[in-house]
């Protein structure tokens, strides 16, 4: 049975096993930008879930958050906002983020959507950056800063 459609198949086949093959045996371990962005993603996450456990573990202990507000706040004061349920987030969703590594301090320059912030619990924009440092082998954030996007402006991906 050598119809096209039989090879189509096998080809397809091939390829999916081929795919899975370099999935499974090219993987290394994740680069510093991965393991940076994975604890980005999972401090939304736990901010968002009220996981202080979590943010426990991501957030280094000295440190300085400045909101879109223009509060500064230090790593109590923001674990006993969320644990007391005084700051809840329904969603936070990242985009346009950029990792810079230099050795065991990075920063994360992004864009965010965040629901929950305000009173009326509408979506909020913002751009931020933060630097996390390197510290047993884990990277926790040291310090965050954001700036609300004007609620006209588009948001466009950094060019350069």
Known sequence: ?????????????????????????????????QQILRADT???????????????????VELSYIGSTGRIEDRHAILYDIKSGKT???????????????GTVATVIGVAVIRGED???????????????????RWQMVTWQSTRIAPNETVNPRRG
């Not at 039989?6 to 397809?12: E, K, P, Q």
């Not at 736990?46 to 573990?57: F, I, R, S, Y």
């Not at 619990?121 to 933060?130: C, E, P, Q």
């Open 1 to 33: 049975m050598n119809t096209p459609l039989t090879r189509r198949l096998v080809i397809a086949a091939l390829a999916c096993v081929g795919g899975t093959a370099t999935l499974s045996f090219g993987q290394s371990s994740p680069t510093a930008e």
């Open 42 to 60: 999972d401090r939304f996450k736990a901010m968002v879930n009220g996981d202080v456990a979590m943010l426990e573990k991501l957030l280094a």
């Open 88 to 102: 809840k987030y329904s969603i936070i969703i990242p985009s346009e983020r950029q990792v810079h590594v230099m």
């Open 119 to 137: 009173a009326d619990g509408s979506d909020v924009g913002i751009r931020y950056s933060s630097v996390y440092v390197l510290r047993d082998g």
